[in-house]
């Protein structure tokens, strides 16, 4: 017996409590996964097959049961850094019914299952119901107290939600006052979701950022509304929709029409279309009509939910500790295709990331032709092992976003071959031919021509934003007319407009135009002026080099006068030097393994020659405290590198590049050579305070803006850098931040929070 077979065996011995103990471990992790961080691991039809799993063992096996069976209670999404709300009337979550394959019967016969079990309990032949679309959405409910919104909540744990009113504040269809003849209490229960279509833009911008796309509107959802930062909510395009009632003082409710007569005066939006049924055979009917319909919607769903429509009877047939015995969800099967994946083109995004995108043979899919699909990035073209050629199964996420499913490799070609996206472009941009670079830690590929087409409306748009140039009026809109409309190429070119041609600029179509005028092309000329004389730490981050960032920025005008002197990278170029000689000078330790048997007195010889040419290098430094060379043990040394050592290279390679020396040439046209306004001569005479010593990087969603930390940082005597690195001495998080989490647990870095970092400001200790 191999070792598969004997994996095989063991699993046939295994018992049911014991199958049942796996799967309550597998679902409880993916409850996790899926509810409180929003980063599912699995889909959602194999979620549904070990959820139902489960349920027949418990019908099987009703001993089974315990009060934490993932059938006796709702998925829990509670976070940290929220407060937490009781909720007035539990929120339930709602037990699923499935649609099935054709030859395995009835599709809908656990729908007709449903719906004679309600006749049952209630003695009647044919009670009325409601059939309306389920939301693909995260569930929320909002409070109105005497008509005024009094706070927003997630589910929570069913009893306990978290507060996210400053978040539901940003969606623009919630209404925070309700008009007159509101209840005294009304709790609105329904989802907040993301339209397809927006969603579809906010994937190609995190495509084009080289950020990791979003499994599905229903992740980016998620993901959204447990943001810290309201500011950052309100950029994302959520809505809500009701769909049910919690906690209410008011006149009587008595059937769904009565409940949303209410929601349409109060002007709360509502979940629709609402079709009532007064039979098996028109429940059937409704719940077709309903997978039709959800097409059109404009947003994700997955089911149609069946309610009985009587508040009276759903009373009198309660719930269980889960779900409500009155309700359930049927789920469709989604619809799939093959076809056969013609080729692979890339698309050159807004800041340079280059997206794969499959070129497909057209195929009919949830009512339309598809024939391309986004494959997001090399390691998704990987995980998937998508090969040109391929025949592919085809899916619509939420009925709307084309989808590979997995390729069909059965129907291979036997000529495929793995796909490299790097060889396919053959290592240059599609759009202007510079060299392609694979970030640190990043999975996208990017062009690294600063002047690349391309890139010219995103360049802008960073070049002209408050923490660069803050170039009024020049962002966004304006940035794409420019570049379209030809008037410039690149963001320097900028400072060869004139009033006249700004004024003249057509921000709408040739149809419809829309001047952008001469008031605003003089601000935004005077802004351009005064940008001339910006210091250069805001010159350093208007140029948009990979990994400078604000605080890079500002660390690095620290070391340098001016451009300059930066560009002519002396320091730099040192710094490179002295890490390659200190990790040379530690290979040579006797103790290595890799010097095992090789003359000790050697190696030391070598070592004390090659350190006293270190210290010889590295002395009118050290001497101004800008580094630090020291023993590190026997045998070793220790070099501080002040700007990372990932920043130090991308900073070298830009001014030695091509666009790099195009832009200091440009600059010097222009009579531009930034000065820096932070320059330290001697950084040994720096003021101590309680964060001396002590190097700090931020990341993720924090309570105020990032400079104001790094200013708090500074002023108490630490340092705030832009990359983590084995000197770095905390992580200070906020939500998200996933790469330097990931790199701070790699190198053994303390992750602390806000809280923490106040205390540390304040003289205290963790």
Not at 53 to 67: G, K, N, Q, S
Not at 160 to 166: N, P
Not at 580 to 588: A, F, I, R
Not at 639 to 662: C, D, E, H, I
Request: with cysteine.
């Amino acid at each position: 017996m191999d070792l598969f077979e004997f994996a095989a065996s063991q699993q046939q011995k295994a018992t049911p409590q014991e199958r049942y103990a796996e799967l309550c471990d597998i679902v409880h992790r993916n409850n996790q996964l899926y509810y409180a961080q929003a980063q599912p691991e699995i889909s959602d039809a194999e979620y549904d097959k070990l959820y139902r799993e489960i349920e027949e063992l418990e019908r099987e096996h009703p001993e089974f049961i315990t009060p934490d069976s993932p059938t006796q209670r709702v998925g829990n999404d509670l976070s940290e850094g929220f407060h937490k709300v009781t909720h007035p009337a539990p929120m339930q979550s709602i037990d699923d019914i499935f649609e099935h394959k054709p030859e395995t019967g009835e599709t809908d016969a656990e729908l007709v299952e449903f719906y004679q079990r309600l006749s049952g309990s209630l003695g009647q032949t044919s009670p009325r119901v409601t059939i309306e679309p389920k939301i693909d959405g995260c569930a929320v409910t909002l409070l109105y107290r005497e008509g005024k919104l009094a706070y927003a909540a997630t589910r929570g744990d069913g009893r306990t939600g978290d507060d996210i009113t400053a978040n539901v504040r940003t969606i623009k269809n919630v209404p925070f006052i309700l008009p007159a003849g509101a209840p005294e209490l009304l709790e609105v229960r329904g989802e907040i979701y993301m339209p397809s279509a927006d969603f579809d833009i906010l994937n190609a911008e995190r495509d084009a950022d080289g950020l990791p796309a979003f499994a599905n509107p229903r992740n980016a959802t998620a993901g959204t509304i447990k943001l810290l930062d309201s500011a950052e909510v309100a950029r994302r395009p959520l809505r809500f929709l009701a769909h049910g009632i919690g906690g209410y003082e008011g006149p009587a409710l008595r059937t769904t029409a009565d409940f949303t007569d209410l929601l349409d005066r109060m002007g709360i939006p509502r979940n629709q279309p609402v079709i009532y049924a007064d039979s098996l055979q028109e429940t059937r009917a409704a719940v077709q009509q309903v997978n039709i319909l959800r097409r059109e919607l404009g947003y994700g769903t997955d089911g149609a939910v069946i309610k009985l429509d009587d508040f009276a009877l759903r009373e009198s047939l309660g719930s269980t500790a889960r779900a409500p015995r009155w309700a359930a969800a049927f789920k469709y099967l989604p619809e799939q295709k093959e076809t056969v994946l013609r080729g692979i083109s890339i698309q050159v995004g807004r800041t340079g990331v280059l997206t794969p995108v499959a070129e497909l043979e057209p195929v009919q899919l949830s009512g339309t032709t598809v024939s391309r699909a986004t494959l997001h990035n090399q390691d998704e073209i990987e995980r998937k092992d998508i090969r040109i050629g391929d025949t592919v199964l085809m899916e619509k996420s939420g009925e709307i976003i084309p989808a590979v499913v997995h390729v069909v490799t059965t129907k291979r070609p036997a000529d495929a071959v793995p796909y490299s996206l790097y060889d396919a472009v053959g290592g240059v941009c599609p759009s202007c031919g510079a060299p392609i670079a694979q970030e640190e830690g990043q999975v996208a590929w990017r062009c690294t021509n600063f002047a690349c087409p391309a890139q010219a409306a995103m360049r802008t748009t960073y070049f002209c934003r408050r923490e660069a140039l803050d170039i009024e009026n020049l962002g966004g809109t304006v940035a794409e007319a420019l570049v379209n409309r030809g008037y410039i190429t690149t963001p320097l070119d900028l400072f060869s407009l004139t009033v006249e041609q700004l004024g003249a600029l057509n921000l709408g179509s040739d149809d419809e135009p829309r001047r952008f005028g001469e008031k605003n092309a003089a601000k935004a000329l005077a802004a351009l002026a005064n940008a001339r004389s910006l210091p250069l730490e805001r010159w350093l981050t208007a140029f948009g080099i990979s990994t400078i960032g604000t605080v890079t920025a500002r660390t690095t005008a620290r070391y340098h006068r001016n451009l300059q002197e930066l560009a002519g990278g002396e320091f730099l170029r040192l710094l490179v030097q002295l890490e390659e000689g200190v990790e040379q000078y530690n290979t040579l330790n006797p103790k290595a393994r890799a010097n095992k048997g090789a003359d000790k007195d050697t190696l030391l010889a070598r070592q004390a020659e090659l350190k006293a040419a270190l210290e010889a290098t590295a002395a009118p430094y050290t001497a101004r405290g800008y580094v630090t060379l020291e023993a590190d043990g026997a045998n070793k040394l220790k070099f501080t590198n002040p700007l990372g050592s990932v920043s130090t290279r991308k900073l070298l390679a830009y001014f030695n590049s091509t666009a790099g020396q195009s832009v200091l040439q440009t600059l010097g046209q222009l009579g531009i050579n930034p000065v820096s306004a932070g320059f330290v001569e001697n950084m040994n005479n720096q003021a101590e305070g309680p964060l001396s010593g002590k190097t700090f990087v931020l990341t993720g969603a924090l309570s105020r803006p990032r400079p104001e930390f790094e200013k708090m940082i500074t002023a108490a005597g630490g340092k705030a850098t832009g990359s983590v690195t084995k000197n770095t001495t905390y992580l200070v998080a906020g939500e998200g931040g996933g790469s330097k989490r990931d790199k701070a647990a790699r190198l053994g870095i303390p992750v602390i929070g806000e809280e923490e970092l106040l205390t540390l400001l304040e003289g205290g200790s963790l």
